[in-house]
C-alpha cells in the first residue's frame, strides 16, 4: 500500500482557493489518486479521481505531476459548506477492493 | 446516480442488547459491501468485507462473533453487533463498489450516510 501524507488542518476563508497536496511517493503504476470528503456524520463523498496529468469536474480539479509522487486537490472558492474532512487515497483499480483510509486533512472554511 | 441506504442513522441502546444495522444497495446490485467504524476524530477503519452468498472476512483485531455479517442478497449487507457494550459506541459506515464499469473499474464506491451507535 502506498504511505499516504496530507495535512492534518488547514484555515481558509470564503471565496478563497484551496489546494490540499497529498504525497504518495511509494505509488505504484497500476495506483488511481482518488479524494474523498466527508462532512461531520455522515459516509464520505466521492469527490475527484485522476491518475496522471490534471483532472477536473463541477466541484473541483486535481493536478498529479509526471512522477505521480503527490497530488494536489483544489477547490476553487470554497464557502462554508466545504468545511468538511479530505481524504487523499491511492489505490489499485480493480473493482470491488477495499478503501484504505489515512488520517485526512480538515479544511476549516471562516466567514 | 448510485445510492447506498444506511439504516438506522442512529440508535441508542442499553449495554447488553444487540444492534442490527442495515446497508442496501438502491440502484445497484452489490457482491461486495465494506463495513468501517470511526470513532470522533479519527479516520474510517475497514472493519470487515461482506461477501454476498459467503462468509464476511474480518480485519484483524475485530471480533466476528461479536460484529456479524450478513449478506443475503445482492441489495443487503446487515451488521449485527452483539451484546453491545459503552466501548462499541461508535460511527458505523458501510460501502459498496457500484456496478456501472466506468466507476467501478476504478473502484470508485459510494458510502452509506452512517449509524451512530450509542450504547448506555
Known amino acids: 500500500l502506498a504511505k499516504i501524507t496530507q495535512p492534518i488542518s488547514m484555515d481558509s476563508y470564503e471565496g478563497q482557493e484551496v489546494n490540499i497536496t497529498c504525497s504518495h511517493n511509494?505509488?505504484?503504476?497500476?495506483?488511481?489518486i482518488t479524494w474523498y470528503q466527508q462532512f461531520p456524520s455522515q459516509g464520505p463523498r466521492f469527490i475527484i479521481q485522476g491518475y496522471k496529468t490534471k483532472v477536473t469536474n463541477e466541484v473541483a480539479s486535481l493536478f498529479i505531476p509526471a512522477d505521480r509522487k503527490s497530488s494536489t486537490l483544489s477547490l476553487p472558492r470554497v464557502s462554508l459548506s466545504d468545511t468538511a474532512v479530505y481524504y487523499c487515497?491511492?489505490?489499485?483499480?480493480?473493482?470491488?477492493?477495499?478503501?484504505?483510509f489515512g488520517g485526512g486533512t480538515r479544511l476549516m472554511v471562516k466567514p | 446516480g448510485a445510492v447506498v441506504s444506511q439504516h438506522p442513522s442512529w440508535v441508542i441502546c442499553k449495554s447488553g442488547t444487540s444492534v442490527k444495522i442495515e446497508c442496501r444497495s438502491l440502484?445497484?446490485?452489490?457482491?461486495?459491501m465494506f463495513w468501517y467504524r470511526q470513532f470522533p476524530k479519527q479516520s474510517l477503519m475497514l472493519m470487515a468485507t461482506?461477501?454476498?452468498?459467503?462468509?464476511?472476512?474480518?480485519e484483524q483485531g475485530v471480533e466476528k462473533d461479536k460484529f456479524l455479517i450478513n449478506h443475503a442478497s445482492l441489495t443487503l449487507s446487515t451488521l449485527t453487533v452483539t451484546s453491545a457494550h459503552p466501548e462499541d459506541s461508535s460511527f458505523y459506515i458501510c460501502?459498496?463498489?457500484?456496478?456501472?464499469?466506468?466507476?467501478?473499474?476504478?473502484?470508485?464506491?459510494?458510502f452509506g450516510a452512517g449509524t451512530r451507535l450509542s450504547v448506555l
Open positions: 440502484d445497484f446490485q452489490a457482491t461486495t
Open positions: 461482506s461477501n454476498e452468498g459467503s462468509k464476511a472476512t474480518y
Open positions: 460501502s459498496a463498489p457500484p456496478a456501472r464499469d466506468s466507476l467501478r473499474a476504478k473502484n470508485i464506491q459510494y
Open positions: 511509494n505509488i505504484a503504476t497500476n495506483d488511481y
Open positions: 487515497l491511492v489505490g489499485e483499480g480493480n473493482a470491488g477492493n477495499m478503501l484504505t
